[in-house]
């Protein structure tokens, strides 16, 4: 069995896998927004779109290297500092660490219900009152 043979294997399970993930959550006792939130990020585990193909090319003792890579696409999820438990019309450089820090809480306990995929922030990007966080994963 080829390594992509067993790559494609696993990709066929994320669907299972983010179903499975959306029923635990959803058992959690959770406010009904962080549930929501939860939700969202997972669900998009189980779209076709989650494999990312990338080219670099690297100058190497005066050679132009082409490599070729494949990664996972970073999930991304759009909120107000409201829906981040915070006190502001809009996310500033004042208040944008603790949107940080509550993806970060939420991502926490993704992962300590879930046993095959790993959420982590992968950084944010806010503009006009709102911000969204791209959150790396594996499995």
């Not at 990020?41 to 990338?54: E, L």
């Not at 080219?55 to 990664?71: A, D, H, Q």
């Not at 879930?114 to 790396?136: M, P, Q, R, W």
Request: include cysteine; proline fraction near 2%; aromatic fraction near 8%.
């Amino acid at each position: 069995m080829t390594l992509l043979t067993l790559f494609n294997n696993e990709l066929k399970k994320l669907p299972s896998i983010s179903e499975n993930l959306k029923n635990l959550i959803m058992m959690q006792g959770w406010s009904k927004e962080k549930a929501e939130q939860a939700i969202s990020i997972i669900q998009q585990i189980k779209n076709g779109d989650v494999i990312k193909n990338d080219n670099i090319k690297v100058i190497e003792k005066g050679l132009c290297i082409s490599y070729s890579y494949v990664r996972l696409s970073r999930l991304t999820i759009t909120l107000s500092p409201n829906e981040c438990g915070i006190d502001y019309a809009t996310f500033e450089p004042e208040n944008i660490l603790q949107g940080d820090k509550y993806i970060e809480d939420l991502l926490a306990d993704i992962n300590r219900i879930s046993a095959e995929v790993k959420f982590s922030l992968g950084g944010h990007d806010y503009d006009n009152g709102v911000c969204t966080f791209a959150i790396d994963w594996e499995f």
